[in-house]
C-alpha cells in the first residue's frame, strides 16, 4: 500500500518497535500484538480518508498519525509491562512526547506536525474534546474510529481463542466474571459510554466495547461494524441474559440507522 511519502516514518517506526521486541524478548506477545493493531488502525484510517475524498497531503498526514497514534505502548510496556494507563502512563501523552524528541515528523510543517500530536493527544480520551480547528477535528475523529474498528478485531480474535491461550493485556488484565455490573450496563442503555469506574470484570469491559458504537462518528464506519459482524461476535462472549439481550438489540438499530444514513 502506498505509503505516501512517508518511507522515512514507515522506516523509525520498525526499527523504534524492533528495539521494544528485544527489550521484551522473553515476552513479545503483547508488543507484536501493538504492531499489527498500529498497521491496521493506519490501513483503516487510509481507507476512510479515501472515504471522505481527502486529498494527497491529507492522506500522508492520516498514514503517519494512523501508524504512530500508539507509538506510546512500546515504550510504556517495556517500562511498566501494562497497557493499563491508570497503573503506568497515559500512553497517548507519552507516544506524542516520544516522536517530539526523534523530530520523527519533521517533514511536515508545523501545522501539520500540531494537527498530528494532538490527534494523537485525543485518542484514547474518553469524550473527544472539542477543537477549534476543523482539520484537527476531522483527523480526531477519524483515528477514533479506526481505532475503535481494529480494536473490535483484536478482541473478536481473542475470544476466538480458548481461555488458556489469551494474553491478559487484552483485557486490561480484568478478571473474570458471571455477569455484568448494573452500573456498566445502565451506562449502555442511557446510549452513553460505560465509566470506566463502573467496568470491574472483563464481561464490563466487553460492554464498553459495545457502548463505544455510541461514539463512531462516520457513516463508513457504521457500515464496517455491521458488515464485520463486530456486535454479534461481541455478543457471544458476554452471559446470555435478557437485560444484555436488549442493550445488543437497541446498540444494533442504532449502528443499523446509522450505516443507512439517518
Ligand atoms: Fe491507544
Known amino acids: 500500500m502506498n505509503s505516501y511519502g512517508n518511507d522515512d516514518i514507515h522506516a523509525w517506526f520498525g526499527r523504534y518497535t524492533r528495539h521494544h521486541m528485544l527489550i521484551n524478548s522473553t515476552d513479545r506477545y503483547p508488543v507484536s500484538l501493538k504492531i499489527v493493531h498500529c498497521q491496521r488502525v493506519r490501513r483503516e484510517a487510509l481507507t476512510l480518508g479515501r472515504d471522505l475524498a481527502l486529498d494527497t497531503r ?72 472539542a477543537d477549534r480547528d476543523r482539520k484537527v477535528h476531522l483527523l480526531s475523529r477519524m483515528l477514533r474510529d479506526a481505532d475503535k474498528l481494529d480494536i473490535w478485531r483484536v478482541f473478536t480474535e481473542h475470544n476466538k481463542l480458548s481461555k488458556d491461550a489469551r494474553n491478559n493485556t487484552v483485557d486490561q488484565d480484568l478478571p473474570d466474571g458471571d455477569s455484568c455490573s448494573e452500573k456498566a450496563l445502565a451506562d449502555i442503555m442511557a446510549r452513553k459510554l460505560v465509566d470506566y469506574r463502573h467496568i470491574v470484570s472483563k464481561n464490563d469491559f466487553a460492554l464498553m466495547r459495545l457502548a463505544w458504537v455510541y461514539d463512531v462518528n462516520f457513516t463508513h464506519t457504521f457500515r464496517e461494524i455491521l458488515a464485520r459482524n463486530y456486535l454479534q461476535t461481541l455478543h457471544l462472549t458476554l452471559p446470555q441474559n435478557d437485560k444484555i439481550k436488549v442493550a445488543f438489540e437497541a446498540a444494533l438499530t442504532y449502528v443499523e440507522q446509522r450505516a443507512a444514513g439517518l
Do not use: C, M, W
Open 58 to 129: 491529507d492522506l500522508g498526514i492520516t498514514d503517519a498519525a494512523g501508524l504512530l497514534h500508539d507509538i506510546g505502548r512500546f515504550p510504556q510496556y517495556s517500562t511498566h509491562k501494562t497497557f493499563v494507563d491508570s497503573v503506568s502512563v497515559n500512553h497517548a501523552e507519552l507516544g506524542a512526547r516520544v516522536l517530539k524528541e526523534n523530530l520523527v515528523l519533521r517533514k511536515f510543517s508545523q501545522r501539520e506536525q500540531e494537527r498530528i500530536l494532538t490527534a494523537i493527544r485525543y485518542h484514547n480520551r474518553a469524550v473527544l474534546p
